[in-house]
């Protein structure tokens, strides 16, 4: 069949940072150890399988510097090891205890293949999953890109354009140095685009970030092709949005394929369920229920009682949806094709922590869509955004409008009565960042300033992750995003004032260089104000 | 029990070889021994040992704790959505605390303009809303009116004379705010603390009375960030 278009579909893999080796085990780190069990290391397998198959496609991949130096961290991935070993265990546990009853115990058994098939693939690669991901880039099936340093929303660090600057830099400059190139693309942190922003990406080198849909719709243009061609900035940087359709046919809450009956029930877990004194031992404490990634039930519906998950029923609505969305995307781009003046392409991100832990089906979901897509019958191709503007590089001239993908479009998911004291906090920090840098130019620094200095300006990173204020507003985990912003202000704090009054206690600053081991290679003086960078003019005494 | 049974020409089974096969296939898949994952420690480099990073961050937190105390003048305006902007300011220098007493009767006011802070030697008057303010510190969330074009605002605390010549003492940042969007319907929630600025051509609204209250930032309670110590570390 001709082609007649394309689909681009992107993951964006992110979680906070939440290292801490200052306990000997941390309930928070259990988020990277889940993400991993259910999210990145089923995504290799899908490639791997994909890749073995020979399957043509193409995917896009955009791993954030936090998460990427996790997976790197020697002490989260003993954590880890120790971790999934937990896990097999309590699914062997579960094997014995659910003998009795067939439909558990065939589930438990399939708990069982899917850890041992977990850690199978990350001793395969040595427990560095990040070469998996290279491995797949270099068949040149996966694009990898990625985002700002510590994810930060940058529509409201943008006071401070030296902040942004060295959110964008630290990002692309860790990725560098894990994976030896540069990126071509750029995950703004949310979405979050206000024009300008264009400018800064365009001067780190990146060549196409990604807006919510309003963002290209709103733009200083009408966009004639509306969703379905980038826009150019005016500057060679290109936008490209996400499509609602696409969208809507995973992320909706009513509509969406995760939602569907014969999916597994995220909620239901046995860390919660079972009695105390068996769980003990894989919960946190052995007092404090979490999830173990051991659930038994499907979603059944509203207000029914959860029935038993069934295998072979999952299967089959995997493959069902599966070919559902192939055939809508055909269906879109039919219509597309015949109206524009050039191939559409349909942008689909989505967070790639939905597939695996919110959605467990959702890895093999994305299986079976990259097989249909690489069938001949099929009138589009998986593309990434890079070989689309290699294919077409003229695009309409126009800025994006400022936009977001959170709730409303904009940033009051990030500032709101439950959030809004961070602000004056880390700006105020980023100045004072500024200052330092910029007091200490030109001047011969020891290296216990250097590495204060240094120091200082991981603190600063850390603290302004768009997580914290996300997770206050959400109500999730809201002690622990406090903790951990009042712990990185405190850093940047401390520092700041020991490199101020010439008191540097190495013994501290150590303890915050093995605590906050991130970004390696940071160098301080990116935050020396430049001449465009200075401030208005404030009145003092 | 008869060995002979088991094999030989008498040996007459109920279950046949394939089905033999396939069922110690799968109890080999399912029930067989595993080695737990070797934990390779060697390349952990922590040279301090947990409970001493732990007094550290615990220390530093206890003194560095980021406090509502600052020492120079700022106004920030941040963009929320297209009916809101977000503000807050510090008065640090003794002549704007000066200003400020006494409470309720003074001239020290907020104004914000729909337009780019501008060059002060290009005088242009440009419209602006004046709200009278009475505390050193405050945040809050704006109610503007809509647009569908990029607008930018800025604003001033500044002190109005009695000869209505107005002294700025602080001024903000310019901020882009979001334009509204044929897509969303624009956010209407309002909260107690908010200041609406009607739609109309800008008059002045009523003062803001009552200062941010002053919140710990510290988190003293940790709830959800659990950190668990082994035994022989407690």
Not at chain 1, 272 to 289: K, M, N, S
Not at chain 2, 141 to 156: E, F, G, L, R, V
């Amino acid at each position: 069949m001709v082609n007649k278009g394309f689909l681009s579909i992107i993951l964006h893999a992110h979680l906070p940072y939440v290292r801490h080796p200052e306990y000997d085990s941390f309930f928070e780190e259990n988020w990277l150890f889940e993400a991993i069990t259910e999210c990145y290391i089923p995504l290799i397998n899908v490639l791997d399988r994909l890749n073995n198959d020979q399957i043509n496609y193409r995917l896009t991949l955009s791993l954030s510097p936090t998460l990427i130096s996790m997976l790197r961290d020697d002490l989260l991935q003993s954590r880890y090891q120790h971790h999934l070993n937990k896990q097999i265990e309590l699914a062997e546990k579960e094997i014995i205890r659910t003998r009795h009853n067939p439909q558990l115990h065939k589930l438990a058994r399939h708990y069982r293949r899917f850890f041992l098939k977990t850690k199978k693939t990350y001793a395969h690669y040595d427990s560095d999953l990040l070469s998996a991901f290279k491995k797949h880039y270099k068949t040149g099936h996966l694009e990898l890109i990625t985002t700002a340093a510590t994810h930060g929303f940058l529509p409201l660090l943008n006071i401070n354009e030296t902040t942004v600057r060295n959110q964008i830099n630290t990002g692309i400059e860790t990725f560098k140095s894990n994976f030896g190139f540069s990126p071509s693309g750029f995950w703004l942190p949310e979405c979050g685009f206000y024009p300008g922003l264009e400018t800064l990406l365009a001067n780190s080198g990146i060549k196409y970030f990604f807006t919510d849909t309003h963002g290209v719709m709103d733009a200083s243009e009408i966009p004639k092709n509306g969703t379905y061609a980038p826009l150019d900035c005016g500057n060679g940087v290109m936008a490209f949005a996400r499509d609602r359709e696409s969208s809507h046919q995973v992320w909706s809450a009513e509509e969406g394929y995760p939602g569907n009956v014969n999916y597994r029930e995220y909620y239901s877990d046995i860390g919660f369920e079972l009695d105390q004194e068996y769980i003990a031992p894989y919960i946190l404490d052995g007092t404090t229920r979490i999830n173990t990634g051991i659930k038994y039930h499907r979603i059944t519906g509203k207000e029914l009682e959860k029935d038993y998950y069934d295998l072979k029923q999952a299967r089959l609505k995997i493959d069902q949806d599966a070919n559902d969305f192939i055939t809508k995307q055909q269906q879109q781009i039919d219509q597309l094709s015949s109206t524009m003046d050039r191939a559409p392409i349909i942008v689909a991100p989505y967070d790639a922590e939905l597939f695996g832990h919110w959605w467990f089906e959702g890895p093999s979901w994305l299986e079976s869509v990259l097989r249909l897509a690489s069938q001949k019958n099929n009138n589009f191709k998986t593309i990434s955004c890079s070989d689309y503007l290699k294919q077409q590089s003229m695009h309409q001239v126009a800025i994006p409008a400022a936009s977001t993908w959170g709730d409303d479009g904009y940033s009051s998911y990030w500032i709101n009565e439950e959030n809004d004291w961070i602000y004056p906090f880390i700006h105020r920090a980023a100045e004072e960042m500024e200052q330092l840098a910029t007091d200490f130019e030109g001047m011969t620094v020891s290296d216990l300033q250097k590495r204060a200095l240094n120091q200082a300006a991981r603190s600063l990173l850390l603290a302004q992750a768009s997580d914290w204020p996300f997770i206050m507003k959400s109500g999730t985990t809201t002690e622990y995003a406090k903790k951990r912003i009042t712990d990185h202000l405190a850093r940047f704090n401390y520092l700041n004032e020991s490199i101020r009054k010439n008191s540097i206690d190495e013994h501290y600053l150590f303890a915050l260089e093995t605590m906050d081991n991130i970004f390696p290679d940071i160098d301080y003086r990116s935050y020396t104000i430049k001449p465009s960078d200075a401030p208005p003019s404030i009145k003092s005494d | 029990m008869d060995l002979r049974l088991s094999s030989g020409k008498n040996f007459n089974p109920r279950i046949s070889a394939s089905e033999m096969i396939k069922i110690s296939h799968k109890i080999s898949r399912d029930f067989s021994p595993v080695e737990p994952i070797k934990v390779d420690t060697s390349n952990i480099k922590l040279t301090l040992p947990s409970q001493e990073l732990l007094r550290v961050s615990q220390n530093i937190n206890l003194y560095y704790a980021p406090k509502i105390v600052s020492v120079i003048n700022k106004l920030t305006l941040l963009a929320v959505d297209p009916r809101h902007l977000y503000i807050y300011w510090n008065l640090a220098n003794s002549q704007a605390k000066s200003l400020l007493q006494p409470m309720y009767n003074n001239d020290v006011v907020l104004r914000i303009y729909s337009e780019p802070k501008q060059d002060k030697i290009n005088i242009k008057p440009k419209p602006f809303i004046e709200i009278p303010i009475h505390t050193f510190q405050s945040q809050r969330k704006i109610s503007i009116p809509k647009t569908s074009k990029h607008t930018t605002y800025s604003a001033d605390i500044g002190n109005n004379s009695e000869n209505n010549n107005f002294t700025s003492l602080v001024e903000s940042n310019d901020l882009h705010v979001y334009k509204e969007s044929k897509l969303f319907t624009p956010p209407t929630s309002h909260h107690d603390n908010d200041v609406d600025i009607q739609d109309s051509e800008f008059h002045p609204v009523d003062p803001i009375l009552f200062s941010t209250p002053v919140k710990s930032h510290y988190a003293s309670t940790n709830h959800s960030g659990l950190g668990h110590k082994d035994k022989d570390g407690e």
